[in-house]
């Protein structure tokens, strides 16, 4: 089986989109399986994280801000992919340092997370986009 989510961002952050997953496979009616997820886009990622403390959140964003600032910070002045604004090329670099795939067992009809885990897309770019992740649920 196969679907497409749509995630709709209002720039930088992470959103979660565990229970649309979950629902899709519980509507599926398969009982056990595979589910992999892969983002469609070149900068943002996927994430299984906690879902309890939005600050889990906050402080994942600005981490990765810290680490890979925008073009306009003096120590990212070498990059040379600027076209697209400042936000742009530190948003590759944090696709290509995080996942863009995931895989979750699934058993008797449910996604395998922990307790405080949930599924999420991390945006990187700071203006609004939509995004699309595909899902492959296999047996």
Not at 59 to 81: E, W
Request: proline share 6%; hydrophobic share 40%.
């Amino acid at each position: 089986m196969q679907t497409e989510f749509q995630i709709s961002t209002r720039g930088a952050g992470l959103y979660e989109f565990t229970q649309h997953v979950a629902q899709w496979v519980g509507a599926s009616g398969q009982r056990s399986g595979l589910l992999t997820l892969f983002v469609r886009h070149t900068s943002c990622s996927l994430l299984v994280q906690e879902n309890a403390d939005p600050e889990v959140q906050s402080d994942l964003q600005a981490f990765f801000h810290r680490l890979v600032p925008p073009t306009t910070d003096p120590a990212m002045s070498y990059l040379t992919h600027t076209y697209e604004g400042p936000d742009d090329m530190p948003a590759h670099i944090k696709a290509a340092m995080m996942p863009v795939s995931l895989s979750i067992p699934v058993t008797e009809g449910r996604l395998m997370l922990g307790t405080w885990q949930g599924i999420y897309m991390f945006e990187h770019r700071n203006a609004p986009h939509t995004r699309r992740v595909a899902a492959h649920l296999s047996a």
